[in-house]
């Protein structure tokens, strides 16, 4: 006589420790969460198996480790190891090494350089995190995510900035306490978060400030009434993002860590 055959189980089929934890995150003709972390560049499909079976990814704050979940990438938000991962198809996240003389709009009426000559072609509907004022070069972000732009140029959310700007010397060795006592300026005290003299020689110097806020043309302001007149100001980086060895006028998609770092810094 022939056994009786006993259907597969969860446990014949995945390793050991695998639970089938019924969740409220399925999605009807939905993409399998695995394939959504493979191509948003979490891993092999492989391995964002076993990060679901390790009980490593949520979805809309919910655990899931069934293999098979299926999820709606434009919609939910889906986190690994606590740290929010980019699904949403069409969303883009790119930085730009803004040249000097460029504006920081997507057109100009007087036809001056501005940024869609550098992201025109990327995606549609690019917004510009912040401004640079003209004369300014350095880290731009841009992206199609609303949301995410919106809270990084809120000052609520105390995203840092951090510049170089070649200034005049000497640098008194007060300037730093003053700057982060805070300037009074036209339209209200400005205050540094972070002052360092970088770098001295002869009659100039190059400093770093480091801020929060986003008031046009703040840190030449602050300087300028502390008796530094700027003679050159970029922007090395915008929150965990750095300009690194971008090249002015270059344009780069930002990486998945630099983004889910960036959701991080909002709280996203």
């Not at 070069?137 to 951090?162: C, F, I, M, W």
Request: net charge positive; with cysteine; glycine share 10%.
């Amino acid at each position: 006589m022939k056994a009786n055959r006993q259907p597969l189980r969860d446990r014949d089929l995945y390793p050991e420790g695998y639970t089938d934890e019924r969740d409220t995150t399925e999605v009807p003709n939905g993409v399998r969460l695995q394939k959504v972390l493979a191509q948003a560049g979490v891993a092999s499909r492989r391995a964002c198996e076993e990060m679901i079976g390790d009980g490593r990814v949520t979805v809309d704050g919910q655990v899931v480790r069934r293999f098979g979940a299926k999820v709606d990438p434009a919609k939910q938000v889906i986190h690994v190891d606590g740290k929010r991962i980019p699904t949403a198809p069409d969303l883009v996240y790119y930085a730009l090494n803004k040249p000097i003389g460029v504006v920081s709009t997507m057109n100009d009426p007087q036809g001056r350089p501005c940024l869609a000559d550098y992201v025109e072609e990327l995606a549609p509907r690019l917004f510009h995190v912040g401004r640079l004022d003209t004369e300014t070069e350095g880290l731009l972000l841009l992206t199609n995510d609303g949301e995410l732009a919106n809270r990084l140029t809120h000052p609520s959310y105390g995203v840092q900035k951090k510049y170089w700007a070649k200034v005049p010397g000497p640098i008194s060795r007060d300037l730093g306490r003053r700057l982060k006592q805070g300037v009074e300026l036209e339209d209200g005290i400005a205050r540094a978060d972070s002052f360092t003299v970088v770098q001295e020689h002869g009659q100039q110097a190059l400093v770093e400030v480091v801020l929060h806020e986003g008031r046009n043309h703040v840190v030449r302001r602050m300087l300028e009434e502390s008796g530094h007149r700027v003679i050159d100001l970029a922007r090395i980086e915008f929150g965990p993002v750095k300009l690194g060895r971008t090249k002015p006028g270059t344009v780069r998609a930002l990486t998945l860590k630099e983004v889910g770092d960036l959701y991080a810094a909002v709280k996203l």
